[in-house]
Nanobody
Framework: QVQLVESGGGLVQAGGSLRLSCAAS????????MGWFRQAPGAEREFVAA????????HHADSVKGRFTISRDNAKNTLYLQMNSLKPEDTAVYYC?????????????????WGQGTQVTVSS
């Protein structure tokens, strides 16, 4: 099992940047494929980015390509999401997720473990 704790959310103006972190418990972080998802009020949870075990393969949603970058540091058991050029439509609760697997998945149902979420609010 793995426990996930997100941090780094906050209030930022449009055009600004934030870096989210997801700290994972345990000694097998490198065995988990990881993802970021977000959920805005009244909306369904949507895929943001995913990364495979060693960080060699990443996927980003079209809505964030060129602005957001997912990365991981297996030595620190930490997943990151660098968010640049933020827009008001990026406002949501951001969740990290994990699954013990080789591939990176873009569907939320494929993930077994979830953090509690961190709020990101982008003002116009």
């Amino acid at each position: 099992q793995v426990q996930l704790v997100e941090s780094g959310g906050g209030l930022v103006q449009a055009g600004g940047s934030l870096r989210l972190s997801c700290a994972a418990s345990g000694r097998t972080f490198s065995s988990y494929t990881m993802g970021w998802f977000r959920q805005a009020p009244g909306a369904e949870r949507e895929f943001v980015a995913a990364i495979n075990l060693n960080g060699g393969t990443t996927h980003h949603a079209d809505s964030v390509k060129g602005r957001f970058t997912i990365s991981r540091d297996n030595a620190k058991n930490t997943l990151y999401l660098q968010m640049n050029s933020l827009k008001p439509e990026d406002t949501a609760v951001y969740y990290c997720a994990a699954r013990r697997a080789l591939m990176a998945f873009t569907t939320s149902s494929r993930y077994d473990y979830w953090g509690q979420g961190t709020q990101v609010t982008v003002s116009s």
